[in-house]
């Protein structure tokens, strides 16, 4: 009985542990899917030397996932996040595009939430990518900025 009891509590202790990790794991997944989504599109921008444009397949929703397109051509396409993330964004955050020669036409930031965690993937003014944790990254919090 001592050992079930033991057992029990271990268990008990552990599984909301467990689904915080897997909680963080999803929201870190999709911004780092979505910062290696944008980076296709910078050099698929410089491969084709077309600009390369990155946009929600739905309207402005990022959630519902994304596809990168030069010209008409499909390069990628991401399916839809975990129903439990959130992802807003700054002004000009309805697309993300590089000209020919890997020069943004998009800068802004992005911000994946989920249950009070967040990350934000940030293209400053030189088309510059980076992701961030707030709290974590005294620099994050003028993200909004650059």
């Known amino acids: 009985m001592v050992v079930l009891l033991i057992a029990g509590l271990v268990l008990a202790a552990g599984v909301p542990a467990l689904q915080n990790l897997s909680n963080e794991q999803q929201l870190v997944t999709a911004a780092n899917e979505f910062f290696h989504s944008v980076q296709l ?9 077309r600009r390369a444009e990155m946009r929600p397949v739905a309207g402005d929703d990022w959630h519902s996932g994304w596809e990168i397109m030069v010209g008409e051509h499909v390069v990628s396409r991401r399916q839809a996040l975990a129903s439990t993330i959130s992802v807003a964004y700054t002004t000009g955050g309805e697309l993300v595009a590089y000209q020919p020669g890997g020069q943004p036409v998009t800068r802004g930031s992005w911000y994946f939430s989920h249950d009070g965690q967040e990350r934000v ?21 003028k993200a909004g900025n650059e």
């Open 41 to 49: 599109t910078r050099s698929e921008a410089l491969r084709h030397g």
């Open 121 to 141: 993937v940030v293209i400053n003014f030189l088309g510059r990518i980076r992701v961030c944790t707030p709290g974590r990254d005294a620099q994050c919090s």
